[in-house]
């Protein structure tokens, strides 16, 4: 069989699809008979030796629209990419992301959906151009022969939202990066600290500042907490709390602008902005906080709740969406829209540390179940 996959977001590694991209590729399943044409929008000139396969061949297209916006991305995998792909004669194509690409029924086309957050949140639809962009999408997520979404949830919001049929639609849960499989040794977190002028003990929540990550909440629930510790005379200090992301108060209204945001709690003394951080640096980042605390709106699946349970962190994260799947019984839930309850669940787990540790190591326990190899081989048993 040959078959056709879509690597376009190996250009771009540092964000979740371009890590399930990498992974799914990483793990190709080796089948006699069977050829993989990898389709991407960059010559990579040496990168990504893995792909180094007999069975493999990567066929760089570059896009004439130099720019890279929507209107490239559409013209890549709406137009040019079915076409190349139906001369290579491919029998079957894999698209590792919800994509515009729409192939003839003779090509069996497995389509990997991860969210479905344009449709449950329409805000993100600020423009006519996002706008037709998501309705091509849909449109392309009915046609598709199967769908494999990374959660149960997403699959429910793909049958429910975009009225796919039940039958067609498989979930199977996606892992992390190997990177955070294995616990910084405490020099290792010794030095990473220092580069980023941390003590250890620290409250930790990372992935942006987008609204749905429900960073504003979290802050208010911090608010909470000073005013709490400092009413009952606590002589215990309450943690810092340190964010990671890029501030980007442009983008409002999708993006909060975390600056402001913290200068009007007047927490400026215990927050702590580190900015964007490195994934060589985040295992040491999350194995040194006290906790990890992920409050989102919404996930397709939640890949920092498994990071940080590969570092044996405790996490309080909200119980929307998908990341109770993540989490099973190994977190502490709070309320996502609630910031009283998210500085309960905080400070349960600050008052007790012996419990908080036993949920640290269970999580790290639960983390193993999560494999990209599983992940990869329910793909194939869709073709």
Same mark, same amino acid.
């Given at each position: 069989?040959?078959?056709?996959?879509?690597?376009?977001?190996?250009?771009?590694?540092?964000?979740?699809?371009?890590?399930?991209?990498?992974?799914?590729?990483?793990?190709?399943?080796?089948?006699?008979?069977?050829?993989?044409?990898?389709?991407?929008?960059?010559?990579?000139?040496?990168?990504?030796?893995?792909?180094?396969?007999?069975?493999?061949?990567?066929?760089?297209?570059?896009?004439?629209?130099?720019?890279?916006?929507?209107?490239?991305?559409?013209?890549?995998?709406?137009?040019?990419?079915?076409?190349?792909?139906?001369?290579?004669?491919?029998?079957?194509?894999?698209?590792?992301?919800?994509?515009?690409?729409?192939?003839?029924?003779?090509?069996?086309?497995?389509?990997?959906?991860?969210?479905?957050?344009?449709?449950?949140?329409?805000?993100?639809?600020?423009?006519?151009?996002?706008?037709?962009?998501?309705?091509?999408?849909?449109?392309?997520?009915?046609?598709?022969?199967?769908?494999?979404?990374?959660?149960?949830?997403?699959?429910?919001?793909?049958?429910?939202?975009?009225?796919?049929?039940?039958?067609?639609?498989?979930?199977?849960?996606?892992?992390?990066?190997?990177?955070?499989?294995?616990?910084?040794?405490?020099?290792?977190?010794?030095?990473?600290?220092?580069?980023?002028?941390?003590?250890?003990?620290?409250?930790?929540?990372?992935?942006?500042?987008?609204?749905?990550?429900?960073?504003?909440?979290?802050?208010?629930?911090?608010?909470?907490?000073?005013?709490?510790?400092?009413?009952?005379?606590?002589?215990?200090?309450?943690?810092?709390?340190?964010?990671?992301?890029?501030?980007?108060?442009?983008?409002?209204?999708?993006? #909060? +602008?975390?600056?402001?945001?913290?200068? $009007?709690?007047? =927490?400026?003394?215990?927050? !702590?902005? /580190?900015?964007?951080?490195? *994934?060589?640096?985040?295992?040491?980042?999350?194995?040194?906080?006290?906790?990890?605390?992920?409050?989102?709106?919404?996930?397709?699946?939640?890949?920092?709740?498994?990071?940080?349970?590969?570092?044996?962190?405790?996490?309080?994260c909200s119980s929307a969406a998908s990341l109770p799947e993540v989490g099973g019984d190994?977190?502490?839930?709070?309320?996502?829209?609630?910031?009283?309850?998210?500085?309960?669940? #905080? +400070?349960?787990?600050?008052?007790?540390? $012996?419990?908080? =540790?036993?949920?640290?190591? !269970?999580? /790290?326990?639960?983390?193993? *179940?999560?494999?990209?190899?599983?992940?990869?081989?329910?793909?194939?048993?869709?073709?």
């Amino acid at each position: 069989m040959r078959i056709g996959i879509n690597g376009a977001f190996l250009r771009r590694p540092g964000v979740g699809v371009g890590q399930v991209s990498e992974h799914v590729l990483r793990h190709l399943l080796v089948r006699p008979g069977d050829e993989y044409i990898i389709y991407t929008e960059e010559a990579f000139q040496g990168h990504f030796s893995w792909l180094s396969r007999a069975d493999i061949t990567v066929k760089p297209m570059l896009p004439h629209w130099r720019r890279d916006d929507l209107i490239r991305k559409v013209w890549w995998e709406k137009y040019l990419l079915p076409r190349v792909v139906e001369q290579d004669q491919c029998d079957a194509f894999i698209s590792l992301y919800q994509s515009t690409t729409i192939l003839p029924p003779s090509i069996h086309h497995t389509m990997i959906v991860h969210d479905i957050i344009p449709k449950l949140f329409p805000e993100y639809l600020n423009n006519a151009r996002k706008k037709l962009t998501w309705w091509l999408t849909e449109r392309a997520i009915r046609k598709a022969t199967n769908i494999v979404t990374v959660s149960e949830c997403s699959r429910q919001d793909v049958i429910r939202s975009v009225g796919v049929n039940a039958e067609k639609v498989k979930s199977s849960l996606i892992a992390v990066d190997d990177i955070f499989r294995v616990i910084p040794s405490a020099a290792e977190q010794q030095q990473i600290l220092h580069n980023y002028d941390l003590q250890s003990g620290y409250i930790y929540h990372g992935g942006g500042f987008e609204v749905r990550k429900n960073t504003e909440t979290l802050l208010h629930a911090y608010k909470q907490l000073k005013d709490q510790y400092i009413l009952a005379g606590k002589s215990v200090d309450l943690p810092k709390l340190v964010l990671s992301g890029r501030p980007q108060p442009q983008l409002a209204p999708l993006v #909060i +602008d975390i600056e402001r945001r913290i200068r $009007e709690l007047d =927490v400026e003394q215990e927050v !702590r902005l /580190l900015g964007f951080v490195s *994934q060589a640096d985040l295992p040491a980042i999350y194995s040194s906080a006290v906790l990890f605390v992920y409050p989102s709106l919404y996930e397709g699946f939640g890949m920092p709740v498994l990071e940080a349970m590969c570092q044996r962190t405790a996490v309080v994260c909200s119980s929307a969406a998908s990341l109770p799947e993540v989490g099973g019984d190994t977190v502490r839930y709070c309320d996502p829209n609630d910031s009283n309850d998210i500085a309960q669940q #905080i +400070d349960w787990l600050l008052s007790h540390p $012996e419990e908080r =540790v036993a949920l640290a190591e !269970r999580g /790290l326990e639960r983390s193993q *179940q999560f494999s990209w190899a599983s992940f990869v081989q329910d793909i194939f048993s869709t073709l």
